[in-house]
């Protein structure tokens, strides 16, 4: 995570907080001092992830991209990550977010639409959360998350006006 900075642990311990690695961490034996990788342990897709983002906030960039990580997390993960480091945490930073999902557009400044290699919307979420672009794949991403979702999970969240996640009891 370091990547040949210098160990500041109070620092350290915020970035494992903000990147959803410290739960993460108490299932493995070594914690930070385990070996992943080649010659090491494998890591999930999701803990890649969250090693990949601890590793850049903890080198305090001045511009992050960050190529579709949503798509990386759980439900659950992918709200803390948003609401907590991309919008709170990095808020002072510029942050350029990729993503298929439409489900947190409501945390972005600014939002392009790209279709077939071009830009085909743009605008704040205000300006593009009545699209038919928007509409349309916010009712593919739910749809999509219907069928994948185990049917107790579906009652507990959602996505209000704004595009952020809502608790709801249905």
Do not use: W
Not at 90 to 102: A, E, G, P, Q
């Amino acid at each position: 995570i370091l990547l040949n900075k210098k160990l500041e642990k109070e620092r350290l311990n915020k970035i494992l907080e903000m990147s959803s690695l410290n739960q993460d961490l108490k299932l493995i034996k070594d914690r930070l001092e385990k070996r992943v990788g080649e010659g090491g342990d494998a890591l999930n897709l999701s803990q890649k992830t969250k090693v990949g983002l601890a590793q850049c906030m903890y080198q305090n960039c001045d511009v992050y991209l960050f190529n579709d990580i949503m798509s990386c997390f759980d439900t659950v993960t992918g709200d803390f990550v948003m609401e907590n480091t991309l919008a709170k945490y990095l808020k002072d930073k510029t942050r350029i977010l990729v993503t298929t999902s439409v489900s947190h557009l409501g945390y972005a400044d600014y939002i392009y639409f790209v279709e077939n290699n071009s830009v085909a919307l743009q605008g704040g979420f205000e300006a593009v959360k009545n699209s038919g672009m928007y509409l349309e794949n916010k009712k593919l991403e739910e749809e999509l998350n219907l069928q994948t979702r185990q049917p107790d999970t579906v009652k507990g969240a959602g996505v209000d006006s704004h595009g952020k996640r809502e608790s709801r009891q249905d």
